[in-house]
T-cell receptor, first 116, second 114 residues
Framework: GAGVSQTPSNKVTEKGKYVELRCDPISGHTALYWYRQSLGQGPEFLIYFQGTGAADDSGLPNDRFFAVRPEGSVSTLKIQRTERGDSAVYLC??????????????FGEGSRLTVL | AQSVTQLDSQVPVFEEAPVELRCNYSSSVSVYLFWYVQYPNQGLQLLLKYLSGSTLVKGINGFEAEFNKSQTSFHLRKPSVHISDTAEYFCAVSRQGGSEKLVFGKGTKLTVNP
């Protein structure tokens, strides 16, 4: 597609439930990033994929959070046993092939997660 | 590690007035610098970036920013704002030679009033 696509745009769930958020990056972009944006805050880094592998997962807050990118394109962010504090907008971004050094990320519109 | 400080959480201005949104960063290594804008109900989009070369960079919609290494600043300016500039503005840094992983500031909400 033309841009980064994220689904669902809105997700309301109950505390303790499992949630999956999907990201479809720009075609040809090898790098994919997940960020979390809480109310009144800037985006916080969660995890970065280069191809299929997680090159940096230092931002994942705990082991309830996990992300995969099995074929090097679409990625899924998985949250187990959701807590009210997980409520936020989850942003996905992609960037052009490694070595292009443009420094620019292209963001999707985000998935707003509300945990009741 | 890098960090970004945006001193002003909200900046209200009148239409056609000049505006400056402040950004300071901290890093032990050389960085790239960015300003992203988030319009209501839209995703983040790049406004401008500094990678190297001239310290004055121009972006979309008449915005510009100046990289000041000695003051570790990258303030965003526009000489005359429009109502349509109302949005949230985020300053961000990434490490030179690394991935495009960005560290963001908390954002500045710019409100342009008629």
């Amino acid at each position: 597609g033309a841009g980064v696509s994220q689904t669902p745009s809105n997700k309301v769930t109950e505390k303790g439930k499992y949630v999956e958020l999907r990201c479809d990056p720009i075609s040809g972009h090898t790098a994919l990033y997940w960020y979390r944006q809480s109310l009144g805050q800037g985006p916080e880094f969660l995890i970065y994929f280069q191809g299929t592998g997680a090159a940096d997962d230092s931002g994942l807050p705990n082991d309830r959070f996990f992300a995969v990118r099995p074929e090097g394109s679409v990625s899924t962010l998985k949250i187990q046993r959701t807590e009210r504090g997980d409520s936020a907008v989850y942003l996905c971004a992609s960037s052009s092939p490694q070595g292009s050094n443009t420094g620019e990320l292209f963001f999707g519109e985000g998935s707003r997660l509300t945990v009741l | 590690a890098q960090s970004v400080t945006q001193l002003d959480s909200q900046v209200p201005v009148f239409e056609e007035a000049p505006v400056e949104l402040r950004c300071n960063y901290s890093s032990s290594v050389s960085v790239y610098l960015f300003w992203y804008v988030q319009y209501p109900n839209q995703g983040l989009q790049l406004l401008l970036k500094y990678l190297s070369g001239s310290t004055l960079v121009k972006g979309i919609n008449g915005f510009e920013a100046e990289f000041n290494k000695s003051q570790t600043s990258f303030h965003l300016r526009k000489p005359s704002v429009h109502i349509s500039d109302t949005a949230e503005y985020f300053c961000a840094v990434s490490r030179q030679g690394g991935s495009e992983k960005l560290v963001f500031g908390k954002g500045t909400k710019l409100t342009v009033n008629p």
